[in-house]
């Protein structure tokens, strides 16, 4: 069952409009009372349907959910479309400088104190979740993959498993390696991160980025499983293929 309805960030774009996206499992139906984990998901508008989505082609998350039987709800919402850097800065843990991008505030700490204090009661308040840490689930691609990082590490008391698509950890390496050298975590925490092998062109040293990255996680005692995607892409259509690889870590119970 999908449920999609508006919603504003006032702390980020005022009264402007974004859809909100929650899938919850067909099981529902036939057992009311049962709850479930949640995986929150960025971009939202890229996860269910083609339609909605920025290229076209989305995860099919829905489907692949319907179709394996998941218990899984899945709340998503809408990146800010503003083309002055609006989902840049919104999915920007660290303020950085980029010589084609120019100057990002990074507003990440907004982005996740909307998704905790106010998003997530509103989910648990009228969903049949499962609202504890062990049960909350944090998921995303490319700056919404940085994200999910950050998102895990900063906010470790409310997420235990996070996955982590393509993660832009390019766009400022030494900072996000400091935030997991100085993070307070608990040592049950799951993290899935991948990087597609085409892709890793595309940005300067991101091989070492990504391996200084894994390294200084499983130093921390992650639970981490770190896959180079042979032949992967850095679109929706390849992260889709990965839905099987990430979804066996967010429910592997450490």
């Not at 907004?110 to 969903?127: A, G, H, L, Q, S």
């Not at 895990?152 to 498993?161: D, Q, T």
């Not at 049950?188 to 894994?214: L, P």
């Amino acid at each position: 069952m999908m449920y999609q309805w508006n919603l504003t960030i006032p702390e980020l774009t005022g009264d402007t409009p974004r859809r909100a996206y929650v899938y919850v499992p067909h099981s529902h139906e036939k057992d009311p009372g049962r709850r479930y984990p949640v995986l929150y998901m960025f971009d939202g508008h890229n996860v269910f349907f083609d339609d909605h989505a920025t290229y076209g082609k989305s995860w099919g998350m829905g489907a692949y959910l319907d179709y394996t039987d998941t218990d899984l709800i899945v709340a998503a919402v809408e990146c800010n479309h503003s083309p002055e850097g609006g989902r840049l800065r919104e999915y920007s843990p660290f303020t950085f400088d980029d010589p084609a991008l120019g100057h990002i505030e990074g507003r990440g700490g907004e982005t996740m104190d909307w998704y905790v204090n106010v998003f997530k009661p509103e989910i648990d308040r009228r969903f049949p979740t499962l609202p504890d840490r062990a049960h909350t689930f944090i998921g995303g691609s490319s700056m919404g993959g940085l994200m999910s990082l950050y998102a895990a590490l900063e906010y470790n008391e409310v997420f235990s498993k996070a996955a982590a698509l393509s993660p832009s950890v390019w766009c400022a390496p030494d900072q996000t390696a400091e935030m997991i050298r100085k993070a307070s975590i608990r040592r049950d925490t799951v993290i899935y991160m991948d990087y597609g092998s085409k892709e890793m062109k595309f940005r300067k040293n991101m091989a070492r980025h990504y391996g200084r990255t894994a390294a200084l996680l499983m130093e921390k005692g992650v639970y981490l499983t770190s896959r180079i995607v042979p032949g992967g892409e850095h679109c929706e259509a390849s992260w889709e293929r990965q839905i099987p690889y990430f979804m066996s870590t967010l429910f592997y119970d450490p």
